[in-house]
């Protein structure tokens, strides 16, 4: 019994077809947290990425080096620190999935950091002078000429980051988030059979993985190489 | 209860080395797999495009610890012989990271000029020929900025094997913290990233001398 359903041990196929609801309630939170650490990441990313460029080295090189720290360190130590130090250093306790989504969050903002520079890095230095030539203010520039530049080599980068933190949140269970790989352990702990539940997770990872890369790509189709306007 | 600071630093190395050994191995055994599996999405005969295609498709699509379970739980199951954990966790890791390699072998092997082909096949060079003294001499150098990015990956994922149950370094790290008063978690855990983004650096230092000798050998430089 699990979430108040029991499973059919008849045989591999009746026991896969009766787990199917609970594994469902998993995926159910996979695919929140996969959703606001991807927020997080983003807006988190963005201010990375301004304050990295920040005009002042006081602030653009300890953003850097936090940047690479996050970077290359694994997410289960970072996970582990969000929901075991914040607690006893500050006082602050998180549920396990707002931990976890916050330690998704923390390591993709740094990732997220590096495309936005790369992308507005990657409009050419002309567009600046030519929006100077004619007056536009600073934040004209950005918002009529840079960005929507920007956006089109932006957009599919956040997007295979997207489909990457898919397949990090199996690493939430951990910290004992019911996502969807936890669930399948806890019917194999509960039945002592593994292998279906995990093969079936297996499955509904790659079927949530090509759908969102086929997201991504229609997305990018659809994007006018020119650029997108922000108003 | 309690540990001393000696007994944290002590059992963070112990766990560092496995980390570094298992590291080492199974970015090794990725770079097989990618190369193999990269120069086979491009061969003549079918069966092997058509293997190393589903072998990226799947190791890519699904979570590296869906397939460290797999291995670890399920495998066992269905051929009937126990798998220990560092047998699983290198397998897992290496067949993870050599579907990530073997696109980037994959699209380096695709960027050699069109004309290179042509010439070797009017020199009658054999395919075997073709790939080893034009294509490959030619792309490795391409392939080494994206293989330094995998092998950090790799050491990152590393961590991950401590869930089957494998004493590496976030092993060691846990199993510190719960032995520890609650009050040493940070110093357990900050110690236990400074110990990973140190291996980090000593990894992309390994990869750029790497990348010098290819430079060398090939006589090109690495675009960046």
């Not at chain 1, 030519?130 to 000429?145: G, M, V």
């Not at chain 2, 089957?164 to 008063?181: P, T």
Request: neutral net charge; glycine residues 8%.
């Amino acid at each position: 019994m699990l979430f108040g359903m029991s499973w059919d041990l008849t045989n591999d196929w009746t026991f896969a077809w009766s787990i199917i609801p609970m594994l469902l309630i998993g995926m159910k939170i996979t695919i929140i947290a996969t959703i606001f650490g991807f927020l997080i990441a983003m807006t988190l990313g963005l201010v990375f990425a301004l304050a990295r460029s920040a005009p002042t080295r006081f602030i653009s090189w300890p953003v850097g080096f936090v940047i690479e720290f996050v970077r290359d360190t694994p997410l289960l130590i970072q996970l582990f620190f969000i929901f075991y130090v914040l607690p006893s250093s500050t006082g602050i306790t998180l549920p396990a999935l707002e931990a976890g989504i916050l330690a998704l969050g923390v390591q993709y903002s740094a990732y997220c950091s590096e495309v936005y520079r790369a992308g507005l890095q990657a409009v050419p230095n002309g567009q600046w002078e030519a929006a100077r030539a004619l007056n536009l203010s600073t934040w004209q520039t950005y918002r009529d000429i840079v960005i929507p530049q920007a956006i089109p080599r932006i957009i599919p980068a956040l997007g295979n980051y997207l489909v990457s933190i898919i397949k990090d949140t199996p690493i939430l269970s951990a910290i004992t988030v019911m996502e969807v790989l936890h669930v399948a352990n806890i019917i194999g702990d509960r039945t002592y059979r593994y292998m279906v539940p995990i093969t079936m997770v297996g499955i509904l990872f790659l079927i949530l993985t090509l759908i969102s890369a086929g997201f991504v790509k229609f997305i990018e189709k659809r994007l006018p190489r020119a650029g997108i306007a922000v108003k | 209860m309690g540990v001393t600071f000696d007994q944290i630093i002590d059992a963070l190395l112990q766990g560092a080395y496995v980390t570094i050994w298992i590291t080492l191995a199974s970015t090794v055994g990725g770079a097989i797999l990618a190369f193999a599996s990269g120069i086979g999405s491009l061969s003549h005969f079918a069966p092997a495009r058509w293997l190393s295609k589903t072998y990226v498709q799947i190791f890519r699509g699904t979570s590296l610890l869906v397939q460290l379970f797999w291995l670890y739980y399920a495998l066992p199951v269905l051929i009937g012989i126990h798998i220990s954990p560092v047998a699983a966790g290198i397998l897992g890791l290496s067949l993870n990271i050599g579907a990530y390699g073997a696109e980037v072998v994959r699209g380096a092997l695709q960027s050699v000029d069109e004309g290179q082909l042509e010439a070797a096949r009017a020199l009658n060079f054999t395919p075997g020929q073709t790939l080893r003294r034009i294509l490959l001499p030619q792309s490795i150098i391409e392939m080494m900025p994206p293989f330094g990015n995998l092998a950090i990956q790799n050491l990152k994922d590393s961590s991950l094997v401590s869930l089957i149950s494998l004493s590496d370094l976030a092993f060691q790290a846990d199993d510190l913290r719960n032995r520890a008063f609650e009050s040493d978690t940070i110093t357990i855990l900050g110690l236990t990233l400074l110990f990973y983004f140190v291996m980090a650096l000593v990894l992309m230092g390994a990869m750029r001398l790497l990348e010098r000798y290819f430079e060398k050998v090939s006589g090109r430089e690495v675009a960046r």
